[in-house]
Nanobody
């Protein structure tokens, strides 16, 4: 089994920054794409950003320029640097990872971390 554990969420004032981390652990051959999503109550979970194993990135159009995704393959960890935060960025942020295991390929999700941006 693979576990993804997010950290770094919290309460921040508008205009501030936060850095989220998501560390993967468990028995796996490789981690392929890793992504950050976010969800607010009553709305669908939306993609924030993704990054491939060789560092190619993609972003939700409205967030590019304020958010930066990166990863440390040696640590099996993906990061999300969030700058110039706005109240509308308030959400639970989730990471996921496409993992290759002995039994095949699977997608795993973290438990989420709350980000609250006050005005």
């Amino acid at each position: 089994q693979v576990q993804l554990v997010e950290s770094g969420g919290g309460l921040v004032q508008a205009g501030g920054s936060l850095r989220l981390s998501c560390a993967a652990s468990g028995s796996m051959f490789s981690i392929n794409a890793m992504r950050w999503y976010r969800q607010v109550p009553g709305k669908q979970r939306e993609l924030v950003a993704g990054i491939t194993s060789d560092g190619n990135t993609n972003y939700a159009g409205s967030l590019k320029g304020r958010f930066t995704i990166s990863r440390d393959n040696a640590k099996n960890t993906v990061y999300l640097q969030m700058n110039s935060l706005k109240p509308e960025d308030t959400a639970v942020y989730y990471c996921n990872a496409d993992v290759t295991m002995q039994s095949g390929g699977y997608r795993f999700w973290g438990q989420g971390t709350q980000v609250t941006v006050s005005s």
